[in-house]
């Protein structure tokens, strides 16, 4: 079963900031959070990962609570191709463990 | 980054008959493969783990006759759909992580395009 819960859906005003919540109350500790997107038909892209500090990259930033039984990705200024379905995984950084997707969430950006 | 690549991205093909899809990771090795089913407006299913040079590790409840996995290099795997039926129409989606390289460091898990698969 997939170790995470996210809202099933979400709209946010283009231009401003998406945050959108994960729970992960019972990943380990040795488990990142990682962080991927899904467009129409498409296969997920990868949007960013954590295990314990806060992350930022060009696309997202990643907030993690200390005590890392949730996180949050914001998405600092939403656009209409932002508009995804949203996963947050918890897993291994290692080349086998297996990655489980729950339901994700679904953004929908709004003009 | 990294890249993987599935091929073909979609097929049409008649009942009975048996369909092979194939991905490719591009520019790093990857000892392990994931393949995912993803039916209309569901998540991701993971179906099986596909390990170089050894038998594929197959969820609960996907039948490994019926979805034959080859992991024959490391930077090849093959998923085929033996007599498919029209309830196997769906769109199937290959991961990698690595073992070196820019994937190997990460954990990070990318995606082929996916293959969507009809059947007639």
């Known amino acids: 079963d997939a170790k995470t819960t996210q809202p099933p859906s979400m709209d946010c005003a283009e231009g401003r900031a998406a945050n959108l919540p994960c729970n992960h109350s019972?990943?380990?500790?040795?488990?990142?959070v990682y962080w991927y997107r899904q467009i129409h038909s498409q296969g997920p892209q990868y949007i960013i990962h954590g295990l314990k500090n806060n992350e930022t990259n060009e696309m997202a930033s990643l907030i993690i609570t200390e005590d890392r039984k949730s996180s949050t990705l914001i998405l600092p200024h939403a656009t209409l191709r932002d508009t995804a379905v949203y996963y947050c995984i918890g897993a291994l950084k290692t080349s086998y463990d297996k990655v489980i997707f729950g339901p994700g969430t679904s953004l929908s950006v709004i003009p | 980054g990294a890249v993987v690549s599935q091929h073909p991205s979609w097929v049409i093909c008649k009942s009975g008959t048996s369909v092979k899809i194939e991905c490719r990771s591009l520019d790093f090795q990857a000892t392990t493969m994931f393949w995912y089913r993803q039916f209309p407006k569901q998540s991701l299913m993971l179906m099986a783990t596909?390990?170089?040079?050894?038998?594929?590790?197959?969820e609960q409840g996907v039948e490994k006759d019926k979805f034959l996995i080859n992991h024959a290099s490391l930077t090849l795997s093959t998923l085929t759909v033996t007599s498919a039926h029209p309830e196997d129409s769906s769109f199937y989606i290959c991961?990698?992580?690595?073992?070196?390289?820019?994937?190997?460091?990460?954990?990070?898990?990318?995606f082929g395009e996916g293959s969507r698969l009809t059947v007639l």
């Open positions: 596909s390990n170089e040079g050894s038998k594929a590790t197959y």
């Open positions: 019972t990943i380990s500790g040795n488990e990142y």
């Open positions: 991961s990698a992580r690595g073992i070196s390289g820019l994937a190997g460091i990460t954990g990070e898990l990318f």
